[in-house]
């Protein structure tokens, strides 16, 4: 390709960062920024040592405690049973080696996800890998961005590059005029409700169109979060003024001349006219309602007013015994409504919705109201960061007078992997990114939702359209 063609952001990032040709469709690739967690980094750490190999670029590592750790105030390494071992491990592979930790005491320790865009870690143009699937999040600032296995965040960590393929392209365009109360979460919902969790395999995407350009970048990290369960590979918003005005000031973003210099470079970072994807989608969000998943895969979504699929309407065979499956799982009667529906938990939090626009947007509904007897609700600032700015509101206030516990930062009831656990059967409403069997917890039944109908779930007891209770708010 010659310099005058057009191209994706895709390529231009790429190609700025292609250091050698592998052959058979390989290519090394530098990365900018490596981050790491306390769950998916220890074992590359002692092959590292193993090999008597070194960190090559400490000065670009960054690693938090988010996976493992407990989210009790007063939490200590030991709280959960079997954590403290990667918590420690963590500590002792970074200073050792120079790199910066966000420790389990750190005030901006954090899920992984929300303290690389918000610490300015993850920059426009940048290459950025992590030991984690959800790693394609901090694309929304133009970043390119993806997860990896344990053996290749060794590979990284010892010569700062990563070996890929180049995947075919994809541009995703939402259009059409967003309606009120309906978030991020439910657009990306939607997508995938729509094209299914196979709809990018193998591409990356650039998020695109007027619905994409207008959301704040806390939208855009919702929005690529869950580009992962579309089976993409990197998901990619073009950085933007609204993206300068984010990082600008950010602890690790560039400051002075730097700064000038990169807001000049990113201007350059988008998509030229006339460029072509391997694939194209458009998506009018135009009466779009809020969205939850009702089965076992993000893709089992359908609107807050719809019913629960019924089996016997299904004519493929496998689909129908797949349905009867996810709905047995999940307890629910065919054809039931779905907004009604009982629940005990809700869980708002996780890399996909627990930064501050999420919780204002949770506690919008909670304000005034109170749990309803029977849910146990509770919610998990992404940081330290985001629960600071949440105390100088007083949303921590709103949340614990409406009954929901005040967690500490962390990946917590999202996948199951520390104390905090949905109990077999029961139901609940997560702002997470997975509802597949047993992510919560052994026979948890997840259904996927953004931060205001989780909210509107735990002061009704039900599956509820938050719009009903926004409507109070208005009036
Ligand atoms: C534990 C970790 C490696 C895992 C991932 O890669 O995604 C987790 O973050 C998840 O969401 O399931
Ligand atoms: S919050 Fe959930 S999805 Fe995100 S990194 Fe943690 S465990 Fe994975």
């Not at 994807?277 to 969205?291: A, H």
């Not at 779905?338 to 629940?343: C, D, S």
């Not at 990114?433 to 002061?459: C, D, K």
Request: glycine fraction near 10%; charge should be negative; aromatic fraction near 4%.
């Amino acid at each position: 390709m010659t310099a005058s063609e057009p191209q994706t952001i895709i390529d231009k990032v790429w190609n700025a960062h292609a250091v050698a040709d592998l052959g058979n469709g390989r290519t090394l690739i530098h990365v900018d920024r490596h981050v790491l967690h306390d769950v998916s980094s220890p074992q590359a750490f002692s092959g590292l040592k193993a090999a008597g190999r070194k960190v090559r670029n400490p000065e670009l590592t960054f690693a938090t405690a988010d996976h493992i750790v407990s989210t009790d105030p007063g939490r200590t390494d030991a709280t959960v049973p079997g954590g403290e071992e990667m918590i420690v491990a963590l500590r002792r592979n970074t200073a050792a080696s120079g790199i910066r930790n966000f420790d389990i005491d750190d005030p901006q320790q954090g899920i992984v996800h929300v303290i690389a865009p918000e610490l300015g870690i993850a920059l426009p143009g940048a290459t950025l890998t992590c030991g984690d699937s959800h790693t394609s999040t901090v694309g929304a600032l133009g970043a390119m961005a993806w997860g990896i296995g344990t053996s290749e965040v060794e590979h990284i960590l010892a010569t700062q590059t990563a070996i890929l393929r180049r995947p075919r392209t994809m541009r995703i365009r939402f259009t059409g005029t967003r309606p009120e109360g309906v978030s991020a979460k439910d657009i990306v919902l939607h997508l995938i409700a729509t094209i299914g969790t196979a709809g990018a395999t193998g591409h990356a995407v650039e998020y695109a169109g007027p619905v994409v350009e207008a959301m704040s970048i806390e939208e855009r990290l919702t929005l690529c979060n869950m580009t992962v369960e579309l089976g993409g590979r990197f998901g990619m918003v073009a950085p933007d003024e609204t993206t300068f005005a984010y990082l600008k000031g950010k602890p690790y973003a560039p400051t002075g001349a730097m700064w000038d210099a990169a807001v000049a470079a990113w201007r350059e970072l988008r998509t030229d006219e006339g460029a072509t994807f391997d694939r194209e989608v458009e998506i009018d969000v135009s009466g779009l309602v809020p969205q939850v998943s009702w089965g076992t895969s993000p893709q089992d979504t359908a609107g807050i007013d719809a019913r629960v699929p019924d089996p016997a309407a299904e004519s493929d065979p496998k689909r129908r015994a797949g349905l009867e499956r996810a709905l047995a799982y999940m307890g629910l009667e065919p054809g039931a409504p779905i907004a009604g529906v009982e629940v005990q938990r809700v869980f708002i939090g996780s890399c996909t919705n627990s930064r501050i626009e999420d919780l204002r947007a949770a506690a919008a509904i909670a304000r005034g109201r109170k749990v309803a007897p029977g849910v146990q609700a509770m919610v998990v600032p992404g940081s330290g960061t985001v629960a600071a700015a949440a105390k100088a509101e007083g949303l921590d206030r709103v949340f614990m007078e409406a009954g929901f516990a005040w967690r500490e930062p962390g990946c917590s009831m999202c996948a199951g992997i520390n104390a905090d656990k949905v109990g077999p059967g029961e139901r609940c409403v997560a702002t997470s990114n997975r509802n597949f069997e047993g992510r919560q917890g052994p026979g948890a039944r997840t259904h996927l939702a953004s931060p205001a109908t989780a909210a509107a779930a735990a002061v009704t007891g039900r599956i509820t359209d938050p719009r009903t209770l926004m409507a109070r708010e208005a009036a």
